[in-house]
């Protein structure tokens, strides 16, 4: 199982970015999806989620500028990211709850993102 990110860069703030991770590999499903952003000298922190379903989880940072969808048909997250922030510059890693035999996570290789003038 392999999750594939791609779509950081480097953006002006107020600026708009679209990040996508796809799922390839041998599975049965894809339970719940997400993002998360590591800072430099800073922990991981979870931006959003999806389940299955379309349920929504955001960070209070990125509520209401951010964006988390997913298409089940092609196992793939993406995440919409509007009015950045220089704030918002991090490695951003999907996540995703892989049912094989049992449901594991897996991690995407990360994609920065740099908000700059």
């Known amino acids: 199982v392999q999750l594939q990110a791609s779509g950081g860069g480097l953006v002006q703030p107020g600026g708009s970015l679209r990040l996508s991770c796809a799922a390839t590999g041998n599975f049965r499903s894809i339970r719940d999806m997400g993002w ?41 997250v993406i995440l919409q ?27 995407g290789q990360g994609t920065q993102l740099t908000v700059s003038s």
Not at 83 to 105: F, H, N
Request: glycine fraction near 8%.
């Open 36 to 76: 998360y952003r590591q800072a430099p000298g800073k922990q991981r922190e979870l931006v959003a989620s999806i389940t299955r379903g379309g349920a929504t989880n955001y960070a209070d940072a990125v509520r209401g500028r951010f964006t988390i969808s997913r298409d089940n048909a092609k196992n793939t």
């Open 81 to 107: 990211m509007n009015t950045l922030e220089p704030e918002d510059t991090a490695v951003y890693y999907c996540k995703a709850g892989v049912l094989r035999v049992r449901e594991s996570p897996y991690w």
